[in-house]
């Protein structure tokens, strides 16, 4: 007896003269390959460009590096610069982070009469820069453009910076350290010695054990097949049930207006 693999065959094919054409069912038909494109192209779209995912680690914030770059960039309209000095100093008074840096008059030898320490910040960036084109939602420069022009001209400008160790990685493994940062802010009049009123700006951070990571990553070729196959399959599913109903209803409504009804 000769084997036929054909009786394998799942998708039994119906002759075309025991089907109907209807134009419900063209609607319908063109409507599902529009919605199946639409669908096909965003999922397309979503496997190409990199997906980027954080997370949140516990580790040492200067395990990286020994020394975390700092880049400041502030306006002090109403002081010379050749008054201004800026000094860093740690907890335990060295010249090591964390502690604190400053801009102030301490360091002159000749000290302005009318130390006005009201200024412009534009920039202060911890860390790394973020990479061009990097889309990413965080905090890492809050403090540009806050504008404390209009202040107390005595006062001593104090900032309290929280500053969150960041990582971020690419699709190729580059790894850049771009540190994000809170801050809160007061600002009093100090005096010195002689009861003289010594203005500065301060810059007091901490560094964070909690450590943000940022990476890059596609979406796996089989995930995208699967998905791909969801919506044809599921869309011409849907569109078949939905096809059949209509197609059931009119023919009852038909027979309806014939008087065919048992």
Partial sequence: ??????????????????????????????????????????????????????????????????KIPVFLNITLPKLSCDYLGLDIQDDMGRHEVPGNFHVSTHASQHQPDNPDMTHLIHKIRFGMEMASGKDVK???????????????????????????????EDIKGNIRFPYQYTYSYRDLVQYGHGGRAMPAIWFRYDLSPITVRYREKTKPFYTFLTTICAIVGGTFTVAGILDSCIFTAAEIFKKAELGKLS
């Fill in 1 to 66: 007896m000769q084997f036929d693999i054909r009786r394998f065959d799942v998708y039994r094919k119906v002759p075309k003269d025991l089907t109907q054409p209807t134009l419900t069912g063209a609607c319908i038909s063109i409507c599902s390959v529009l919605f199946i494109a639409f669908l096909f192209l965003s999922e397309l779209l979503l496997f190409i460009n990199h997906e980027v995912v954080s997370e949140l680690t516990v580790e040492d914030p200067v395990r990286h590096s020994e």
């Fill in 138 to 168: 965080g905090s890492f420069n809050p403090l540009e453009n806050v504008d404390k022009t209009a202040s107390d001209p005595m006062s001593t400008h104090d900032y309290i910076v929280k500053v969150v160790p960041t990582v971020y």
